[in-house]
């Protein structure tokens, strides 16, 4: 039994429940009969001695499970293969049970396509499995030889020093869709995961002690992984310890934290991974972003604790989360016509906080008052010299505009541009970001130039994560003064820390930017 203290962690406990004592083992009929006799011996068995449960791994935290049809999209299902064998699969998928042809294990070379023909098909099967919650069960077949070569945890309940004779197992807490993935996994050699259960999958991958699969689900998830559904991914993975995942979660969640913060799914994490991202150091986003999406936190926790949305309740179910959020960092703007006027606060809170932003003698604060760090963004420059001449280079409406691809996933958060060589001028800049002609982000903003040769940021709202080993677009369009310095001596490669960054030459640019020269010298980013 697991004691008190453990049901609220946050891991996977494993444990057998098994009868009491297991008697007369001996008395049992050896005889196979037919499957309505089997059920009526298995019920009479079942008045003799107390039933058997093998629920193998138990959740014990309140945290729920979340199906990943909540936070993917529904991908459509991939063409299956004209094969035979995957004829097979398709079949029993839907449990046709279809009796082969005579001779059936004559019409395949390996035991791999053999042992996928009965891959849940009842043909030889010697135990059932009721698989999912009440009212949304399915019966599946299976072959405990075959599922024990495929899991240690089958190996121990139908071989091992306990194991029980049973023609039936309930499996309450397992979606059968994961179940028939991990059964397809186990039988045919195949892994078949889809978006909308790829977290049910890894849930039973993980019960049954499958590695592989487990792994494989992983993988899918931060491959499928941005700001929409980083910060429910960042508490599923917490609950199934899986830390490479998790780093991944906090690296979108650090560099995409506004995106993050505003999404939906921002509202369905637990308490727990609210204080972990409020507590954030590398959080990279504004404070009254993340006071906001607290509230829009608290608002939905009040719903699913059926209390009244009122002021005073979504402050209870913030609890001490609140003074992790560095209100005192603020721009007083933000903190006087947002957080002061929310009603959160309390008179004297509200009242502190202003004497700490104007008076020389502070009031000490619950809330943290020093700024979060934030992310250092880094500097890919291309070129190796800058140059200038009176009749380059000249913008009348035309692209500047250069491809470039990372061997590290990054996150693009501008570009560095060159202004005016006559003099300080200002620029409007329209900067867009593609990947394969799908426009990925895009802003329009103005920068300054001092008359010097050195590079100006400007940003796109949000960073855009950017793929490894794929190639993307960076263009530009200026408005302003016409002479302005470009860039010489061009690298096609560019180690900068651990990101290796390529440049090709884009069709779309038509203002002569290319590998050797031009505009756009600098890729800022976060990585």
């Known amino acids: 039994m697991v004691d008190d203290k453990e049901k609220n962690m946050k891991c996977l406990t494993f444990f057998l429940m098994l ?16 499957t309505s006799s089997s059920s009526n011996s298995s019920s009479s068995s079942s008045s003799k001695l107390p039933p058997v449960c093998y629920e193998i791994i138990t959740l014990k935290t309140k945290k729920k499970k979340k199906m990943a049809a909540d936070i993917f999209p529904r991908k459509k299902p991939a063409n299956s293969s004209s094969s035979t064998v995957q004829q097979y699969h398709q079949q029993n998928l839907s449990n046709n049970n ?10 395949y070379p390996t035991i791999r396509e053999r042992n996928a023909v009965m891959f849940n098909n009842d043909l030889m099967a010697d135990v059932h499995f009721v698989v999912g919650p009440p009212g949304g069960t399915q019966r599946l077949p299976g072959h405990k030889y075959v599922l024990a070569v495929g899991s240690s945890v089958f190996h121990a309940m139908f071989y091992g020093e306990l194991a029980e004779d049973k023609d039936e197992i309930r499996i309450p807490d397992v979606e059968p869709a994961a179940f028939l993935a991990m059964l397809k996994y186990i039988y045919c050699d195949e892994i078949d995961l889809a978006a909308d259960t790829v977290l049910a999958t890894l849930y039973a ?3 049954y002690i499958v590695p592989h699969l487990a792994r494989a689900c992983v993988n899918f998830l931060e491959t499928s992984l941005s700001a929409k559904n980083a910060c429910v991914l960042l508490s599923q993975s917490c609950l199934f310890e ?20 505003k999404s939906e799914g921002f509202c369905d994490i ?9 507590r954030r150091e590398t959080l990279n986003a504004k404070e009254i972003v993340v006071f906001e999406a607290a509230l829009n ?11 009244a949305l009122s002021i005073e309740n979504k402050r209870k179910v913030l609890g001490k989360a609140l003074y992790l959020i560095r209100i005192p960092t603020m721009a007083l703007d933000d903190f006087a016509n947002g957080a002061a006027q929310s009603g959160v606060l309390t008179l004297n809170e509200t009242n502190d906080i202003f004497l700490w932003y104007t008076a020389a003698k502070k009031p000490e604060l619950q809330f943290v008052s020093k700024a979060r760090k934030g992310l250092v963004p880094q500097r890919c ?9 009176s009749n380059q280079w000249r913008y009348r409406g035309r692209c500047d505009s250069i491809q470039f691809a990372v061997d590290k996933r990054v996150f693009i958060a501008g570009f560095g541009l060159y202004g005016s060589s006559c003099g300080s001028a200002e620029y409007s800049a329209k900067i867009e970001l593609k990947r394969q002609g799908v426009v990925l982000g895009q802003n329009l903003s103005k ?22 080993d794929t190639f993307y677009t960076a263009s530009v369009i200026l408005d302003g003064n016409e002479l302005s310095y470009f860039g010489q001596e061009g690298m096609t490669e560019v180690q900068c820390g651990k990101v290796t960054v390529q440049f090709q030459c884009s069709s779309d640019s038509t203002n002569g930017t290319g590998v050797q020269g031009g505009q756009i010298p600098e890729l800022i980013f976060y990585a």
């Open 205 to 207: 991958a993980k019960k």
């Open 98 to 107: 279809l009796i082969p042809a005579p001779n059936w294990q004559g019409l």
């Open 297 to 307: 936190w608290a608002e939905v926790e009040c719903q699913r604790q059926d209390l």
């Open 381 to 389: 420059h291309r070129f190796q010299s800058c140059a200038y001449r």
């Open 447 to 468: 920068y300054f130039s001092d008359g010097s040769s050195n590079t100006f940021p400007v940003w796109f709202e949000y960073p855009v994560q950017i793929e490894p």
């Open 19 to 34: 009868p009491e004592t297991v008697k007369n083992r001996s008395k049992k009929s050896s005889k196979k009969t037919n």
């Open 270 to 278: 637990d308490f727990q991974t609210l204080e972990s991202i409020l």
């Open 242 to 261: 899986e830390p490479d995942l998790t780093q991944r979660c906090w690296e979108v969640i650090d560099a995409q934290a506004e995106l993050a913060l």
